[in-house]
């Protein structure tokens, strides 16, 4: 399989705080992109990163990508309790495949 | 824009038939997939299609079956249910391939199968 592992599975960190998630992948991709799921809904871009990037911002939101090392990793700064989700990062292989981590399911305390 | 709507919300069927999922797009998406989550995972890829009369096999087809008679619409068929088929199915549509466009995606449908 193609599917990228997350870490940790789960965060549990106080409102304030800022929260690092990561992704590993298996092989070349086109983009990586981070999704966040509220609990039973469906998923929400957040942000995407080429393959030729290597940082990218969007808000309280920080993405890197190490292509040597087929890694990802996600920091959402000064946390908030709205930000309580799983979040989820999916590759883009051959320009048409999407394959999607495992998760970090994330819990911000007030 | 109604986005991408999934129907229906909930479903059970017993093991040996066969249901549509329906899905359905109004932002003019060549890109369509299907995908289900299983629980405390993440989405596999089912099946895709890049434009209408186009589908491919993702990541876990067998037991499933699409078409794509029109840009809007994306059904994807059971046709036999299995228990091993319980999940949550998401479908999902973006404006194209390539390495730029986001998915985005429907509310799900959650299926048991008894």
């Known amino acids: 399989s193609q599917q990228g592992e997350e870490d940790p599975q789960a965060l549990s960190i106080q409102e304030g705080e800022n929260a690092t998630m990561n992704c590993s992948y298996k092989?070349?991709?086109?983009?990586l992109q981070w999704y966040r799921q509220n609990s039973g809904r469906g998923l929400v871009h957040l942000i995407l990163i080429r393959s030729n990037e290597r940082e990218k911002h969007s808000g309280r939101l920080r993405v890197t990508l190490d292509t040597s090392k087929k890694s990802s990793s996600l920091l959402i700064t000064a946390s908030r309790a709205a930000d309580t989700a799983s979040y989820f990062c999916?590759?883009?292989?051959?320009?048409?495949?999407?394959?999607f981590g495992s998760g970090t399911k994330l819990n911000v305390k007030p | 824009n109604a986005g991408v709507t999934q129907t229906p919300k909930f479903q059970v069927l017993k093991t040996g038939q066969s249901m549509t999922l329906q899905c359905a797009q109004d932002?003019?998406?060549?890109?369509m997939s299907w995908y289900r989550q299983d629980p405390g995972m993440g989405l596999r890829l089912i099946h895709y299609?890049?434009?209408?009369?186009?589908?491919d096999q993702g990541e876990v087809p067998n037991g499933y079956n699409v078409s794509r008679s029109t840009t809007e619409d994306f059904p994807l068929r059971l046709l036999s249910a299995a228990p091993s088929q319980t999940s949550v199915y998401f479908c999902?549509?973006?404006?194209?391939?390539?390495?730029?466009?986001?998915?985005?995606f429907g509310p799900g449908t959650r299926l048991t199968v008894t």
């Open positions: 092989t070349s991709i086109n983009n």
């Open positions: 299609s890049v434009g209408a009369g186009i589908t």
């Open positions: 932002m003019n998406h060549e890109y």
């Open positions: 999902a549509s973006s404006l194209s391939t390539g390495t730029d466009y986001e998915q985005y």
């Open positions: 999916a590759t883009l292989y051959n320009f048409n495949k999407f394959y």
